[in-house]
């Protein structure tokens, strides 16, 4: 009997949108701006220690942070979410 394991696709990355990005907090880590701007993990660290990231990265400890805000302006929005549309 010929026994083949069944391959599942591979995952997609997750889509990161405005409000998932803002609703990250204040800051964030070094593997999350990676899957934001579509890199791996490793390859987001490697930025990071040679200071290649397309945002600042903030060393607190032996922790690497990044700046939401600064995440949102590499991507062209702005950091306030708009204003609601006037109520009628």
């Given amino acids: 009997m010929d026994s083949k394991k069944a391959s599942t696709p591979p995952e ?4 990161w949108t405005v409000e998932g990005i803002r609703a990250l907090g204040a800051v964030t880590d070094v ?6 701007f ?3 993990r ?3 660290y490697e930025l ?9 990265v ?4 032996s922790r690497y942070r990044v700046s939401v805000v600064a995440i ?4 062209g929005v702005p950091s306030d979410p708009p204003p609601p549309p006037p109520t009628t």
């Fill in 42 to 44: 490793s390859s987001a």
């Fill in 31 to 36: 593997a999350t701006v990676g899957e934001i």
């Fill in 72 to 75: 949102l302006a590499a991507l």
């Fill in 48 to 56: 990071a220690r040679r200071d290649r990231l397309p945002v600042p």
């Fill in 38 to 40: 579509g890199m791996s």
């Fill in 58 to 61: 903030l060393r607190v400890g």
């Fill in 12 to 15: 997609d990355p997750p889509v």
